[in-house]
């Protein structure tokens, strides 16, 4: 994986297509699009037919370019935008698994302090805070098993 175009396609492959599953609450989505993130992005059609093109373009604007992805190693780019795309603290574990101060805001000093972290220590500690997040979900026992495999699949492309 090396650059954008490599995390978006592996992002979709975590994602999938339509789903307009009660129990979430993102409410309907297409290609883990919500439909309250497409509208805010100008998308004015039904989200069953939200192209590929603009998922992918509202990932890269939404949440690929505003953590300066491009500037990381490609490994640890991936499990953060992965995490961004589907919800969370991302910028706290970021700084969590890097070491930086602790206050959620995303800047200069936690990109450098992800930057010198050892990318490995890096996604191991940033999946464990992501998964401690996730098992504290309300949602959890609808989604445990989606959300399990998911990160399993991340661990895997983050020791490749």
Same mark, same amino acid.
């Given at each position: =994986?090396? &650059?954008?175009?490599?995390?978006? !396609?592996?992002?979709?492959? &975590? ?11 993102? @409410? +309907? /989505?297409?290609? @883990?699009? /919500? ?18 093109e /603009?998922?992918? +373009? ?12 491009? +500037?990381?190693e ?9 995490? &961004?795309?589907? @919800?969370?603290?991302v910028?706290?574990? =970021? ?21 010198? /972290?050892?990318? =490995? ?8 805070? !992501?998964? !401690?997040?996730? !098992? &504290? ?13 998911? =990160?399993? +699949? ?7």
């Open positions: =994986m090396d &650059n954008f175009e490599d995390a978006f !396609r592996a992002l979709i492959g &975590n994602e999938g297509g339509y789903c307009f599953n009660p129990a979430d609450p993102g @409410g +309907e /989505t297409m290609w @883990g699009v /919500t439909a309250r993130v497409a509208r805010s992005q100008g998308y004015t059609g039904a989200m069953k037919d939200l192209p590929l /603009t998922a992918k +373009e509202i990932a890269k604007q939404k949440y690929w370019d505003p953590l300066h992805l491009d +500037e990381l490609p490994r640890v780019a991936f499990q953060i935008f992965d995490a &961004n795309y589907n @919800g969370g603290l910028v706290l574990w =970021m700084q969590k698994a890097s070491g930086a101060k602790e206050d959620g805001k995303f800047g200069p000093d936690t990109l450098n302090a992800v930057k010198s /972290t050892d990318a =490995m220590k890096f996604v191991m500690r940033f999946a464990a805070y !992501r998964l !401690r997040y996730l !098992r &504290n979900l309300h949602t959890w026992p609808h989604f445990s098993r989606g959300w399990t495999e998911r =990160m399993a +699949e991340n661990l895997l492309l983050g020791a490749a």
